[in-house]
């Protein structure tokens, strides 16, 4: 966030809630959504055009889990590790993810900020264990190898977009 310019739309986003701060949490979600997370010089933003203070905001967004602080990639991944999915071997699914997309040294997020891989604790999925959302789409009854073909293929559309 080097300019004022990048604070254009989440100044839209706050007038759109009539500068209102009992409308931080949605003001908060708007913001994610078109930056993918929150940074600290935006939540200062916030908290000034709300007239409330920083540290204020930065509770309400460290409080709740679907908040994030640190940029995400444009497609979140996030593996299953509930009972269910960890019987079948969720993890392998994971190491082989971690391995295709070359995380290392306890990164989770690809250096072009493409993927960032999660794993939580249940998807609510079990039926279809393993399984795994990107972007909150579910894909269940998986392999390694599915997986990965997963991951491939928008990989595949997102150069194919570039081009």
């Not at 602080?69 to 269910?84: H, M, P, Q, S």
């Not at 290392?104 to 250096?111: A, C, L």
């Not at 894909?139 to 977009?161: F, P, S, W």
């Amino acid at each position: 966030m080097q300019n004022i310019l990048a604070f254009e739309k989440a100044g839209q986003i706050i007038e759109k809630y009539g500068y209102n701060k009992a409308k931080l949490i949605p003001i908060l979600q708007e913001i994610q959504n078109e930056y993918r997370y929150l940074p600290e010089e935006l939540m200062v933003y916030v908290a000034t055009m709300l007239g409330t203070t920083s540290s204020q905001v930065y509770g309400v967004a460290s409080f709740y889990s679907h908040f994030t602080l640190k940029l995400k990639g444009k497609y979140v991944i996030k593996v299953c590790d509930g009972t269910a999915c960890h019987v079948k071997k969720s993890m392998h699914i994971r190491d082989a993810l971690r391995s295709y997309l070359k995380l290392e040294d306890g990164r989770n997020t690809t250096p072009d900020f493409l993927f960032t891989l999660e794993t939580v604790a249940c998807l609510g999925t079990c039926g279809r264990a393993p399984a795994m959302t990107v972007n909150g789409e579910v894909y269940g009854l998986l392999t390694d190898e599915a997986a990965v073909a997963v991951i491939r293929g928008i990989q595949e559309k997102e150069m194919a977009n570039h081009e």
